[in-house]
């Protein structure tokens, strides 16, 4: 048997083995996620959590928040969700779903903060529509944060940085903390699998904020 059959295998034990922090019904949370969470002071989202070392990682290290970290590749969402079972993280809640369909699982102005973390670049011109912060995702993203929430964007691609800034100014966000070398800033940071990879290879790291006025 091949490695990838064993690993579809054993997705759905592992996935059951970690169904507390699952939430299989997203639509189902729609305007009431904060209930989930007593006495947290934000309510963020993270797109596209991947294997979820920034998930873990911030949960961790910002106890204060409650995270709800979306990805639609249960292989790798699976890897997430077993992270911060390992630590007993209780701040934090996986669904395997679609950035597509985040208006169906979250209500206007619920969140106060999303991270996009090196969402794929889609790099040609007529695939724009795809990338995760184009004016019309980021458009989804201002209705689901309340005023003065904020997008937090972060990639190792300088095109899809400067695209992502512009779409940003489009969608009316204001644009705040502007950094093409996060390593060089001082910024505090918790790193992605993706960004441990374009650092090895000495790619600099670019992050915004996008607040909503
Ligand atoms: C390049 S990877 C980055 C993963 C992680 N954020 C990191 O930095 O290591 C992009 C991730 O976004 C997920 N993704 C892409 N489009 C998505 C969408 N529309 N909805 C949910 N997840 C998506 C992919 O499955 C993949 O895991």
């Known amino acids: 048997m091949s490695v990838r059959m064993r690993k579809k295998k054993n997705l759905i034990p592992r996935l059951e083995a970690c169904e507390a922090l699952l939430e299989r019904e997203p639509a189902g949370r729609k305007g009431a996620w904060r209930a989930l969470f007593p006495g947290k002071e934000r309510l963020a989202l993270e797109i596209g959590c991947g294997k979820g070392k920034f998930t873990a990682g911030t ?10 970290a979306l990805e639609r590749v249960p292989e790798a969402l699976v890897m ?11 701040n934090v809640r996986y669904i395997i779903g ?17 991270y996009v973390n090196f969402c794929d670049p889609w790099p040609k011109k007529k695939q724009a529509k795809r990338r995760l912060v184009h004016r019309e995702y980021l458009a989804v993203y201002a209705s689901l944060l309340k005023p003065g929430g904020e997008v937090i964007f972060k990639t190792d691609n300088a095109p899809l940085f400067d695209f992502a800034l512009e779409e940003a100014a489009a969608a009316s966000f204001g644009i ?17 699998e993706y960004e441990e990879k374009f650092m090895a290879l000495g790619n600099p790291i670019h992050r915004a904020v996008f607040r909503r006025g």
């Open 59 to 68: 949960a961790q290290g910002e106890p204060e928040q409650a995270l709800v």
């Open 80 to 90: 997430a969700v077993e992270k911060a079972r390992d630590l007993s993280l209780s």
């Open 98 to 114: 679609d950035a597509d369909d985040l208006r169906e699982y979250f209500a206007e102005g619920e969140l106060d903060r999303i």
């Open 176 to 192: 705040l903390g502007v950094t093409r070398d996060l390593a060089g800033s001082g910024i505090p940071n918790v790193t992605t």
